[in-house]
């Protein structure tokens, strides 16, 4: 399964220090042979487009520095940076890019000559484990982008995979003791159509002129859902729901033990999960810790309360389900109307949290 990147590592810390040469400017530190390349966090940086033009929910009103929406050419440009280092591969269903498939695409609807084409959009997959350490380990999936505008998870996604990816001791203990099978945007032309705020007259949302929460993409609006979030039980219908759910079953063997679900911003910024166990687990309590500011949602309070309920279709519904990929603690998380920085920090957290439980066994 590692092929690819035994061979980097047989090849010695020369041929990890050239992989890594273009974004260290040439002066990458030699590694003793054996030893990871230590990766600055400058590493993670990288050109983007700032885009703020987009649908505004409610946690976002009134924020002074307003955080840019997370485009798909943000998912390819930071999964191609992230996927050149030695500890991080295509997963089991994806290609030597990392993709996992191309979405349909929107064309041209001479019905409707106001609406825009939107083009297929690739989908991604990949994995961020030592290769080095073999043998059972936790496997942990992550997701972001399934609601369309709610960016600010694939901020934390982005947080949680630098962390993961980069150099800090805690990270590479990770790495030994845990596969990350990550999937940046489970809703790519969702996205591209709220980055673009495209209303399709062939394919209206249903929510938009409501609240303008754009929750879905243009094949589901087509077939009069409404909700990304409420398809994931679906076969058949929609060809990129079908897509991921069939390469996160198959990447992590249809088991995981831990499955983040990234949305937001809401207030108050809270992660929830469908099961019980879940919300008391130790990574439960760990995750309080380290972030003290969020709420746990479910009983005894009365935010969300009613977490362990429909309606179905829900991506951690299906996750916790034996038709999906049985997760032991499934979870959704929902930033606040944060700064980037705080939500880079929350993904880091959700990673730490992680770090403090595997730590302690
Ligand atoms: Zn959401």
């Not at 002066?27 to 003793?32: E, G, L, S």
Request: aromatic fraction near 10%; glycine fraction near 8%; hydrophobic fraction near 35%.
């Amino acid at each position: 399964m590692f092929n690819t990147k035994r061979r980097y590592l047989a090849n010695g810390p020369r041929a990890i220090a050239l992989l890594l040469a273009g974004a260290l400017l040439g002066c990458a530190p030699a590694a003793p042979a054996g030893e990871a390349p230590a990766v600055p966090e400058s590493y993670f940086e990288y050109e983007y487009e700032k885009v703020f033009d987009y649908y505004v929910i409610q946690a976002w009103r009134g924020l002074d520095d307003p955080v840019p929406a997370y485009t798909p050419k943000m998912v390819a440009r930071h999964t191609e940076l992230v996927g050149k280092l030695p500890w991080v591969s295509p997963t089991a269903s994806a290609d030597e890019n990392m993709v996992l498939g191309r979405t349909p695409g929107w064309p041209k609807n001479p019905d409707w000559p106001g609406d825009p084409e939107i083009p297929s959009l690739p989908m991604y997959g990949y994995q961020i484990t030592d290769p080095d350490v073999e043998g059972e380990k936790v496997k942990v999936v992550l997701s972001a982008q399934n609601h369309s505008t709610e960016f600010t998870g694939s901020w934390v996604l982005e947080g949680m995979v630098n962390f993961l990816a980069g150099s800090d001791p805690r990270a590479m203990f990770l790495r030994r003791e845990a596969v990350f099978y990550v999937y940046p945007d489970v809703n790519p032309e969702g996205r591209y159509q709220a980055v673009h705020r495209i209303d399709l007259e062939a394919a209206p949302d249903p929510n938009a002129g409501t609240n303008m929460r754009k929750r879905g993409n243009p094949q589901l609006y087509a077939a009069g859902e409404r909700d990304h979030n409420r398809v994931w039980t679906t076969r058949g219908r929609f060809a990129t729901v079908d897509t991921i759910t069939a390469a996160m079953k198959k990447d992590t063997g249809g088991r995981a033990d831990y499955f983040w679900d990234m949305h937001g911003p809401q207030e108050p910024p809270n992660w929830r999960s469908p099961l019980l166990e879940a919300r008391i687990n130790d990574y439960a309590v760990a995750l309080m810790k380290r972030e003290p500011d969020v709420l746990r949602c479910g009983p005894p309070g009365s935010f969300k309360r009613n977490v362990a309920g429909g309606p179905p279709g829900k991506m951690s519904l299906w996750a916790a389900s034996a038709e999906g990929l049985s997760a032991t603690y499934p979870y959704v998380y929902e930033p606040g109307g944060w700064t980037r920085q705080r939500l880079i920090d929350a993904g880091r957290n959700l990673a730490l949290a992680l770090h403090d439980v595997l730590a302690a066994e």
